[in-house]
C-alpha cells in the first residue's frame, strides 16, 4: 500500500471532439455525457482513496485543449490544491466537499468549451500532443511547488481517453512528448473507446503504462475503476489485462508502406524501402557502392594426358 | 605547425573587476543579483543552438580516462577517479538518451600502458557494468597519451565513412610517456578524421591544446565538479558534422518484440549473445535472417544487418527539428493577471517568454523544460493542426 504521506497526481486527459461524438450519437445514441460522467466517477475515486490524492482534468479538442479541473477562472490558479475553498458550495447530501466541487466545475468548464469553440473544418481527428504537452508541463509546475512547500516527492501519470482516431502529422511532437514522459518517469495509460490508435500503444509500451481497448462503451466506469484506477505500486498484484504486441514497423517516406528492412539517409535520418542515389528530404547524394573489380585469373589449361 | 596565433591566456589581458556585478538594492540584500547571475546561467544552454548545420548523427566515440597517480588526488570528492567514473555513469546513460543509435568504448591508460575497459557497443549496460568495476581499480604509474590514442585509432579508423568518428580524453596529469613521437600521431588523426577532445583536471598542457587544435576537437580545464560535470554534458550533444564526410544510405531492419509466452516451439532458440548465457523468452527477431537477439540496437552476427526500432530513430529527430530560443518579454508589458499557457500556472517572474510563431507565454520553468526535454511548443502544435 502506498505510504501515508505521498502524494499522487492523476491527470486526466479527455478527447472531446464534438464530431466525432455527433456520430457517435447518430449511430448508437451514445453521449459524450456518459462518458463524462464514467471519467468523474474516476477522478472522484481517485480523490477518495487518499487525502493527498490530486486530480487534473484536460480537454482535448482538435484546435485546443484546456484545462477543465482546476480552472485557472475559479480561485485563481493553485486555489483548488492547497485546499482554500472559501467558496465552496454547499451541496446539501454530505459528500466530501471537494467532489462535488469537482464534479460542478467539469461539468461548467465543459459547457463553456463547448459552446464557446469556433469550429474549422470537420476533421475526426484530435490533439492529443498539444493536451500531453500541457499536461506534463502542469504536472512539473506541481512538482516543483510541492517539493518547495512541503519536502514531498510527487508521483503522477496521465490517463488518456481517447475516440477519435489518430492525427498523422503529430508523429514527430508526439514521439518527443512521450521521451519527455519516459525522462520524468511519468506514465500514460490509455483508454480506447473506438479504434486501436498505434501511437498510444507505443507511447504505452515506452512509459510502462497500460493500454485498453474498451468493447463496450457503456461499461466505460467499470473498465476505469478496475484497470486505471490502481497506482504503479498496486500493479503487479493484480491481474490486469496483458500488454499489446505493439507494431513498431516505421513507414517508409517515398509510399507510406511498413516496411521491415529499409534504408535510412545517415544525414537526416528518413526512411526509403529502396535505394536511391538522393535523399528527397536533405537532397544529398549519396556514394554507390560499386561491387569491387576482381583481377582475372589466369587459369592453367588442364593438360590431357 | 604552429602558424596560427594563440588565444592570449588570461592573465595577459587587463584587470577583470569581477566584484562590480554584484549590486545590492535598497536593503542591502544581494538577492536580487544573485537571482539574475542563477537566471542568466539558466538560460545561456538554451540560447545555444545549431541552426540549419548537419549533425553527425551516427557517432562512434571513445572515452579515455587517465587512470594515473595523479588520479588519486582529492580536489574532487571522494578522489579524482571516482568522481570521473560517477560522471561517466550519467554521461553513458545521458549519451545513449541523446544519440540512440551512436556507440560508445572506454579505455584506460596507467602504467605508461592503454587498456580497452570495454568495446564500441550501442548498449549502456555493458559501460555501466565495467564502470561499476573500474571503481576498485588503483591508480599507479604514468598515463601514454599516445598508446591510448593508437588504441582507439585502430578500431576508429575501420568504420564507415558516413559515422562520426571521436576521441574524448579525460586527462589529469601534466606528464605522460610516449613510446614515438605523439606529432606524427596527431598528423595521422587529422588525416583519418577523427576528432580529439579533451577536458583536462589539473591545467593546461601543451601537448593537448596542438592536439585538439589540428583534429578539430575542443580542450578546457575543469574548474569544479559541477564545471567538470558540465564540460562532460557538452559532449553529449551531436556535433556539427565535417564538411567531408560521406552520406550513404545504411541499410537497417526493424524490429518489434515479441513474446515468447504464446509460441513454444522457440524455446530452443539460442542466443547470439556469448556473454549472457540462458534462455530467455522474449527477444528481438532479425527480419532478415531470424536470428533471436535480447537487445537492440544491435549488429546481427548472422547476417550483418542493423537492427534498431523505430522509438530508436525518433529519438534523434528532436536535434534535426531544433525548437527556436524564445523571446524574452518583461512581465509588465502583457495584460496582468496573465496564466502560462503550458502549466496554467500565475505569471510570478519579472522576466515571461513568447514563441515567436504562436505568441504562446511561458514561465522560466516551462521554458526551460521545453527546451531540454519536450522540444516543442505546446501552442504551436495546437495552432499548426489548425491550417
Not at chain 1, 480537454?59 to 465552496?88: I, R, V
Not at chain 1, 516496411?259 to 535520418?269: D, T
Not at chain 2, 589581458?13 to 542568466?40: C, N, P
Not at chain 2, 576528432?195 to 575542443?218: F, H
Request: one cysteine or more; glycine letters at 4%.
Amino acid at each position: 500500500m502506498a505510504s501515508e504521506d505521498e502524494l499522487n497526481l492523476l491527470v486526466i486527459v479527455m478527447d472531446v471532439n464534438p464530431i466525432w461524438w455527433g456520430q457517435q450519437a447518430q449511430r448508437d445514441m451514445s453521449e459524450s455525457t456518459e462518458c463524462l460522467d464514467a471519467v468523474m466517477v474516476m477522478g472522484n475515486s481517485h480523490m477518495a482513496m487518499t487525502t493527498t490524492n490530486r486530480l487534473a482534468v484536460i480537454s482535448s479538442h482538435f484546435q485546443d485543449s484546456h484545462f477543465l479541473y482546476p480552472c485557472k477562472n475559479w480561485t485563481g490558479g493553485d486555489g483548488a490544491w492547497d485546499g482554500t475553498m472559501d467558496e465552496a458550495p454547499y451541496c446539501g447530501d454530505g459528500k466530501y466537499e471537494l467532489l462535488s466541487v469537482a464534479n460542478n466545475v467539469v461539468a461548467e468548464e465543459m459547457k463553456r468549451v463547448m459552446s464557446t469553440t469556433e469550429m474549422k473544418g470537420n476533421s475526426t481527428d484530435t490533439l492529443l500532443a498539444g493536451s500531453l504537452a500541457k499536461a506534463l508541463c502542469c504536472i512539473l509546475l506541481q512538482k516543483i511547488v510541492t517539493f518547495f512547500s512541503a519536502g514531498q516527492e510527487m508521483k503522477s501519470r496521465i490517463l488518456v481517453i481517447k475516440t477519435a482516431e489518430d492525427c498523422a502529422r503529430q508523429y514527430m511532437n508526439f514521439m518527443n512528448v512521450i521521451f519527455a514522459a519516459q525522462k520524468q518517469n511519468i506514465l500514460i495509460d490509455a483508454c480506447v473507446l473506438d479504434s486501436d490508435s498505434g501511437l498510444l500503444q507505443q507511447a504505452c509500451d515506452i512509459t510502462g503504462g497500460l493500454y485498453l481497448k474498451i468493447p463496450q462503451k457503456i461499461a466505460l466506469a467499470q473498465y476505469l475503476l478496475w484497470v486505471f484506477l490502481p497506482d504503479l505500486e498496486q500493479r503487479p498484484q493484480l491481474v490486469l489485462p496483458p500488454p499489446v504486441h505493439v507494431d513498431y514497423r516505421a513507414a517508409c517516406f517515398c509510399h507510406r508502406n511498413l516496411i521491415e528492412i529499409g534504408y535510412v539517409c545517415s544525414v537526416c535520418l528518413s526512411i526509403f524501402c529502396n535505394f536511391s542515389p538522393i535523399c528527397t528530404t536533405c537532397e544529398t547524394a549519396f556514394k554507390i557502392q560499386l561491387p569491387q573489380m576482381m583481377k582475372s585469373k589466369k587459369k592453367k589449361l588442364k593438360q590431357s594426358i | 605547425m604552429d602558424e596560427e596565433p594563440e588565444r592570449a591566456k588570461r592573465w595577459e589581458g587587463g584587470y577583470e573587476r569581477t566584484w562590480e556585478v554584484l549590486k545590492e538594492d535598497e536593503f542591502g540584500s544581494l538577492k536580487a543579483t544573485v537571482e539574475e547571475i542563477l537566471f542568466q546561467s539558466k538560460r545561456k544552454r538554451a540560447l545555444e543552438s545549431h541552426g540549419q548545420v548537419r549533425l553527425g548523427m551516427m557517432r562512434h566515440l571513445y572515452v579515455v580516462i587517465d587512470s594515473s597517480r595523479t588520479m588519486e588526488d582529492m580536489d574532487l570528492r571522494p578522489n579524482r577517479l571516482k568522481a570521473t567514473l560517477k560522471l561517466m555513469e550519467a554521461f553513458v546513460e545521458e549519451y545513449f538518451d541523446q544519440n540512440p543509435i551512436s556507440q560508445v568504448g572506454l579505455i584506460t591508460t596507467k602504467n605508461k600502458r592503454a587498456e580497452k575497459l570495454t568495446e564500441l557497443a550501442g548498449n549502456p549496460k555493458k559501460h555501466l557494468a565495467a564502470l561499476k568495476k573500474a571503481r576498485d581499480a588503483a591508480c599507479v604509474g604514468e598515463p601514454s597519451l599516445y598508446n591510448s590514442l593508437n588504441l582507439a585509432m585502430q578500431t576508429l579508423k575501420h568504420m564507415p565513412g558516413h559515422t562520426s568518428r571521436e576521441i574524448v580524453v579525460i586527462f589529469s596529469s601534466l606528464t605522460t610517456c610516449d613510446p614515438a613521437n605523439i606529432y606524427e600521431l596527431i598528423k595521422t588523426l587529422k588525416s583519418l578524421k577523427i576528432r580529439v577532445s579533451v577536458i583536462g583536471l589539473s591545467a593546461e598542457v601543451r601537448v593537448c591544446t596542438v592536439l585538439t587544435r589540428e583534429t578539430g576537437g575542443t580542450y578546457h580545464v575543469c574548474l569544479d565538479e559541477s564545471h567538470f560535470k558540465e564540460l562532460l554534458m557538452f559532449h553529449v550533444k551531436p556535433p556539427p558534422a565535417n564538411a567531408q564526410s560521406e552520406c550513404s544510405l545504411i541499410r537497417m531492419g526493424r524490429c518489434a518484440h515479441v513474446c515468447f509466452s504464446q509460441t513454444l516451439k522457440h524455446s530452443q532458440t539460442h542466443l547470439d549473445s556469448t556473454s549472457e548465457v540462458g534462455l530467455s523468452l522474449g527477444g528481438y527477431f532479425c527480419p532478415q535472417c531470424h536470428a533471436k537477439h535480447t537487445e537492440l540496437p544491435v549488429e546481427c552476427k548472422i547476417c550483418g544487418l542493423t537492427l534498431v526500432s523505430a522509438p530508436h530513430l525518433a529519438r534523434s529527430f528532436h536535434h534535426l527539428f531544433p525548437l527556436e530560443a524564445f523571446r524574452e518579454t518583461p512581465l509588465e508589458e502583457l495584460p496582468a493577471d496573465r496564466f502560462c499557457h503550458a502549466c496554467q500556472g500565475k505569471l510570478k517572474d519579472k522576466i515571461v517568454f513568447t514563441c515567436p510563431f504562436c505568441s504562446g507565454v511561458f514561465c522560466t520553468e516551462c521554458d526551460l523544460f521545453i527546451h531540454d526535454s519536450l522540444h516543442c511548443c505546446p501552442s504551436c502544435i495546437n495552432s499548426q493542426h489548425s491550417n
